[in-house]
């Protein structure tokens, strides 16, 4: 037998190994840069020019070895044939890796992975939700495994009743794909097969299913491939197979990234308060994560021949493992190897995606998601951090380590400060369209898993991507008007407008139900402060909002009394649900009873009573008029349509910090606040571009603003506490204002 030089500082299933593998194999690499593992019964390489011949020439150095002998039970072979373990895609070589691997890049593409972009960053938004308010979590399971399974699920076709089972799956063929390889105890063993059987017959089914009645999924599309002489390329078995693989390389590989992206950021303090001001360099961090540490450390491969790596003659049918980990720190190759450095020059030159005909089918994937998902997290929550010190939990597997949890606590403090910063959006589905009065559509959305809408107050709209008929899509406002007791559906109540820029029109002839539309989270210009009486006052389709505050009033036990007025009876929405309320609602059809009578109305001050009113311009300058006798802070308004700001005085030009960014621009006359932070691409969130939806307002640090808007309260404006800054300017003498954006 020839000399098998070993490194005895080297050990796989050490703390310190797990706490930083490359760090570990930099203590070996220089002394032996090929050496023997006996625990494993295999070489390992560690430098990249021998990491890199042996991942490029898979005919003197094959990948079968990491599935000829994994060894199906007798017992399961009926369910699981022991000749299909073989056809696994990391255990084949060309021309059966090459027809495989084909078939399963095609769900893998870059463009069709770009496409899945924005679904990513909604579902990531919904996942955080879910968690935000804890303050402290496991990262892994709470956020970094949610994210990339459901992503998997929805990519294969699986609805939520597989969840579990593919969860399940992951560790399962880890540890399956482990066992080729490691020892494993007699009843892991059995326990690992019979849940994997259990699992892959439940695909199995599915697989046969798709083939029969094909979806618009990914494991159809495997089921329906076909070969050249027209038959199916893959048995069901075979693309089972490949679901098992995806379980595992298309979750838990960029799950464990994310969760190191976190721990190197943590030390690396500047990388992240740059990627947080600019979200371009995201993908840099996963990159660099990778490349720190790549998320399976080793790739395994057989001898073909007797040969030699750096000196060290290896015999034909050795295993060989090549550490990934070790060459993409190889100080030959990388310059200050072990620095977290989002900025090197090319950020993707890394093997963690391994080389050659092996190179991850999924990578695409993995950087969209990993780079998403970070973007995402750390926008919403950024102050996370992971705890001090935190647990070495690992499923411990030389091949395939896999990270449990991690540990992470974050300042909840983040939530709000947050919701003004970040767009959040979803997709939901139109499940009701019914006439609310002539020319009032009522929609009813959902979300299509039909889980519960994310919560909203009284007052509260949505941002709609309407389907505009010349293509594209035009974002409108709505007020919300559902009961608070459906948490699973939003409703909004839209008048088609006779001189519509399209908004309504695309509502009313653009959606119907089935349809699917994007919709931003709720916010709340208009939100219900809490007072013992109430008096409502809507014109048209203003009663919108009012309907949910009256809700809400009605819960609290107030007072209360709603002046509805409208064109005609006929065209007043929703005023079959507000008869129960007689004796409380005032119903005043203009072409019967004229306009609502607000003098009278308001003639005596009444104590306690706090005006919320919603309608069209003249309603809401005749109720100030009316009111104007009143204690100062009683109206609350929501306009339809900008308030009309005339300034006797020319604009000026002035200048604008931007604390976050620590920019200061100058705005120039003709131009807006948000028109010059969008211009630089600062991050700045809008909608509406004229003050009245409040999506673009920011807190003022310093400087005093001239109000345009149509949102904040005489009172909230005298604060001067935040301002619209796609429309209010800097006040007359004010010539630089600070802004916390
Ligand atoms: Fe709507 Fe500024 S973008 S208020």
Redesign the pocket.
């Known amino acids: 037998m020839p000399h098998r030089p070993l490194a005895p500082a080297f050990d796989a299933m050490s703390d310190d190994y797990y706490r930083d593998p490359a760090v570990h194999f930099a203590a070996v690499r220089d002394d032996h840069p090929v050496f023997f593992y006996p625990w494993l019964n295999a070489w390992i390489v560690t430098g990249r020019e021998d990491v890199l011949t042996v991942l490029g020439d898979w005919t003197e150095f094959s990948s079968s070895g990491n599935t000829a002998t994994i060894d199906v039970p007798p017992k399961w072979r009926h369910v699981v044939p022991q000749d299909l373990m073989e056809k696994m895609i990391v255990g084949t070589d060309p021309d059966l890796h090459t027809l495989h691997r084909n078939i399963a890049l095609s769900g893998f593409t870059k463009a069709r992975m770009e496409a899945l972009r924005p679904e990513i960053e909604r579902r990531a938004h919904r996942i955080i939700d879910a968690f935000e308010a804890s303050g402290r979590g496991d990262l892994m399971e709470g956020y970094c495994l949610e994210l990339t399974t459901q992503t998997l699920l929805a990519h294969l076709g699986l609805g939520w009743e597989h969840d579990a089972m593919m969860r399940e799956l992951r560790g399962l063929t880890a540890r399956i794909l482990s066992s080729a390889q490691e020892e494993m105890p007699a009843e892991v063993f059995d326990d690992v097969w019979e849940r994997f059987a259990s699992a892959f017959s439940i695909l199995v089914t599915l697989v046969v299913e798709r083939r029969a009645a094909p979806g618009s999924d990914f494991i159809s599309e495997m089921a329906a491939a076909r070969s050249r002489d027209g038959e199916y390329a893959l048995t069901v078995e075979e693309v089972a197979l490949h679901v098992t693989e995806f379980a595992l390389a298309g979750a838990d590989t960029t799950a464990q990234a994310m969760a190191n992206a976190v721990l190197f950021l943590d030390k690396a303090p500047e990388a992240l308060t740059e990627a947080i001001a600019d979200t371009a360099l995201w993908i840099n961090v996963f990159e660099e994560t990778l490349r720190r540490r790549p998320s399976s450390p080793f790739a395994s491969r057989k001898a073909m021949r007797d040969l030699e790596l750096s000196g060290v003659r290896i015999s034909a049918g050795d295993m060989i493992w090549v550490s990934l980990a070790s060459a993409n720190t190889d100080p030959g190759w990388v310059e200050r190897p072990f620095e977290f450095d989002i900025h090197r020059s090319d950020p993707a030159d890394h093997l963690a995606f391994t080389h050659g005909r092996h190179t991850c089918l999924g990578q695409n994937l993995a950087r969209v998601q990993g780079s998403t998902g970070l973007k995402v997290l750390f926008e919403r929550l950024p102050s996370l951090r992971p705890v001090p010190d935190p647990a070495l939990d690992f499923v411990r597997m030389a091949l395939l380590p896999v990270r449990a949890s991690l540990e992470v606590t974050w300042d909840t403090r983040d939530i709000e400060r947050q919701k003004k910063r970040v767009k959040r959006e979803m997709e939901l589905t139109v499940v009701a369209k019914n006439a609310a009065a002539d020319g009032v559509v009522a929609i009813e959305l959902a979300h299509p898993d039909g889980g519960d809408l994310p919560e909203w107050s009284a007052g509260a709209h949505i941002e709609v991507h309407v389907p505009a008929a010349t293509g594209g899509v035009l974002l409108r406002?709505y007020s919300l008007c559902s009961s608070a007791e459906r948490a699973d559906r939003w409703r909004i109540g839209v008048l088609r407008e006779p001189a519509s820029r399209g908004g309504s029109r695309g509502i009313h002839d653009g959606l119907t139900v089935g349809s699917t539309v994007t919709v931003g989270w709720p916010r709340n210009n208009f939100a219900l402060e809490s007072s013992p009486r109430y008096v409502f006052v809507a014109g048209g389709i203003g009663i919108t909002p009012v309907l949910a505050m009256i809700e809400r009033a009605e819960a609290a036990g107030a007072e209360w009394e709603l002046h509805y007025g409208g064109r005609t009876r006929a065209s007043m929405a929703f005023v079959g649900e507000l008869e129960r309320h007689a004796g409380r609602v005032h119903l005043v059809p203009q072409d019967e009873r004229g306009h609502l009578p607000l003098t009278q109305i308001f003639a005596d001050v009444a104590p306690d009573t706090l005006v919320y009113a919603c309608g069209p311009e003249p309603l809401l300058n005749a109720l100030d008029a009316a009111l104007a006798h009143w204690p100062e802070g009683t109206l609350h308004t929501e306009r339809f349509a900008p308030k009309k700001v005339v300034r006797s005085e020319p604009d000026t030009a002035f200048e604008v910090e931007f604390a976050l960014s620590g920019e200061t621009l100058t705005v120039p006359i003709g131009a807006s606040i948000?028109d010059v932070a969008e211009e630089r691409g600062l991050t700045t969130?809008?909608?509406?571009?004229?003050?009245?939806?409040?999506?673009?307002?920011t807190k003022i640090l310093l400087g005093r603003a001239d109000h345009r808007?149509?949102?904040l309260t005489p009172r909230e404006q005298n604060a001067q506490r935040s301002m619209?800054?796609?429309?209010s300017r800097a006040e007359r003498g004010c010539d630089r204002l600070v802004l916390d954006a």
């Open positions: 406002q948000l969130l809008s909608s509406c571009r004229e003050g009245t939806c409040g999506t673009c307002e808007d149509s949102i619209m800054i796609c429309v």
